[in-house]
Every structure is written in C-alpha cells, then in structure tokens.
C-alpha cells in the first residue's frame, strides 16, 4: 500500500512562531487532506488539498503532487494549535476516500 | 460542525462478547467510514459504506463487520471482541470521495 510520512514527529515552539510540516507520499494521490487532532481527541478537518495552494487564516497548505509532498504552514501559532496534525492521503486509481494516515506530528506551542 | 455522533462514548466489555458501535450523521451525506486509531499505529480504515448496503473492507477488517441499512446510521460490529480491539474508534462522513472527511467523536472501547 502507499507509505505516507510526516515530518517532524515532534515540534515545540513559543507562541507567535512559525512552522512547515512535511508529509510525503509514496505514490499518486487522488486525495490529500490535513487534520488536527485537539487534546480532547477531536479530529478537525483543515484543508482537503490534492494539489496547489490554499490557505485558511493563520494555516496554508501546499501540494506539489508530482513531487509527491504536501506542506501545512502555521503562522503566528498559539497555544490551540497545540495537539497532533495527521496527513492522509488515497492513492490515484481508487475512488471511494480510502484514506492511508500518517503517523502524525505532535506540536506543542508554549506560551 | 457536520452533525456526526457516535454511540457510546466509552465502553468496557470482556473478551469473546459481541460489541456494537454505531455512528448517526444528519448530514444526508453517501460516503461513512471507521477507523480505529491506535498508538504507534496512527488512524487505520477498518470498513467504509458508498451507500446503503455497499460496503466495503479496509486495511484492518478481520474480526469487525458492518451493516448499512438506512443513510443516516452506519453501525460496525465487533462478534467476539478480543484484547486487540481496544482502541478508539472513529467514525467518518463524506459526500464525496473526493472531498473533506468530517469526524465523530470517538469510541473509547476497552476489552478487558
């Protein structure tokens, strides 16, 4: 099956920094999302994004597909970003969003 | 928030009895999907549903099935739960392959 990996699988950072976290993927993809996982457990959806660019707030995302990576952009992070974000992709071919997740990056912002 | 619930929220249960988890969406939407997540192992498709009654296996299917009667309610059945089935389970909904998933809140299930 496809192999999907994040980097890094762990990040801490003051509030008002920056971050980029990598997700590579071992194939072509159909579908390429990026979640956040709060505290509580709560899975967020952020950005359904299996090519380009796109930006909500304070978070983008980039996917360059033919070079099979995604990138997901903090600016500004603040103590509610804390919690872990997962990349999760379907491999092109199939089409019901069978999505394979990364192991995740747990980010930890200080205030 | 996509109207999405899962019930229960916790459950402890012992080895060999039958479990059943069931995932109620008001969003009319086709596509649902479990997943188990545990750690080291992130989040795993365990089965998914493209309509009633179309469902289909995932990565982690042995030992669950699942039923799709009504779009509303999309239950996975655990027949003889096992101490390798403690995890939380999540729910998923979509109205396309090819668009957000949007999650429950989660099973807690311990098999003791």
């Known amino acids: 099956g496809i192999q999907v990996e994040q980097s890094p699988p762990d990040l801490i950072l003051q509030e008002g920094a920056n971050s980029t976290l990598r997700c590579n993927f071992s194939?072509?993809?159909?579908?390429l999302q990026w979640f956040h996982q709060n505290p509580w457990g709560q899975l967020i959806n952020l950005f359904y994004i299996p090519s380009g660019t796109k930006q909500n707030g304070r978070l983008s995302a980039t996917t360059v597909a033919t070079e099979r990576y995604s990138l997901l952009y903090i600016s500004s992070s603040q103590t509610t970003d804390s919690g872990v974000y997962f990349c999760a992709v379907e491999r092109s071919g199939t089409s019901y969003g069978k999505l394979t997740f990364g192991q995740g990056t747990i980010l930890t912002v200080h205030p | 928030d996509a109207g999405i619930t899962q019930s229960p929220r916790h459950k402890v249960t012992e080895t060999g009895t039958p479990v059943t988890l069931r995932c109620h969406q008001t969003e009319n939407h086709r596509y649902m999907y479990w997943y188990r997540q545990d750690p080291g192992h992130g989040l795993r498709l365990i089965h998914y549903s493209y309509g009633v009654k179309d469902t289909d296996k995932g990565e982690v299917s042995d030992g669950y099935s699942v039923s799709r009667s009504k779009t509303e309610d999309f239950l996975l059945t655990l027949e003889s739960a096992t101490s390798s089935q403690t995890s939380v389970y999540f729910c998923a909904i979509s109205d396309s392959p090819y668009n957000e998933q949007f999650f429950g809140p989660g099973t807690r299930l311990t098999v003791l």
């Open positions: 194939d072509s993809v159909n579908n």
